[in-house]
């Protein structure tokens, strides 16, 4: 069992950068893929990014590929999204979650966290 939790959202200008957290909870949080997701009003959730338990493998939407990094601190149970030139179309909520494979499909993840609303104003 994982809890997730997440901070770091809120308003932005366009141009400008966010730095999302994830906490988890329980010992086993190094055995797992994490990854972010995103939901835009009206539309669907969105994969984002994707790391693997090490750290070493990184996988990324066409959307966000040179603009958002993810890294994980495994000895602090924490996940990350750094993000750059942000653009308005980035702003939705973000959420947090953990796995077992690193695929694109919300329904391949296990636990999610509540999400944190990040707006890119124009």
């Known amino acids: 069992q994982v809890q997730l939790v997440e901070s770091g959202g809120g308003l932005v200008q366009a141009g400008g950068s966010l730095r999302l957290s994830c906490a988890a909870s329980?010992?086993?949080?190094?055995?797992?893929?994490m990854g972010w997701f995103r939901q835009a009003p009206g539309k669907e959730h969105e994969f984002v990014a994707a790391?693997?338990?090490?750290?070493?493998?990184?996988y990324y939407a066409i959307s966000v590929k040179g603009r958002f990094t993810i890294s994980r601190d495994n000895a602090k149970n924490m996940v990350y999204l750094l993000m750059n030139s942000l653009k308005p179309e980035d702003t939705a909520v973000y959420y947090c979650?953990?796995?077992?494979?690193?695929?694109?499909?919300?329904?391949?993840?296990?636990?999610w966290g509540q999400g944190t609303q990040v707006t890119v104003s124009s």
């Open positions: 979650a953990a796995g077992n494979v690193m695929r694109e499909e919300p329904s391949d993840w296990n636990y």
């Open positions: 329980g010992r086993t949080f190094s055995r797992y893929v």
């Open positions: 790391i693997d338990w090490s750290g070493g493998s990184t």
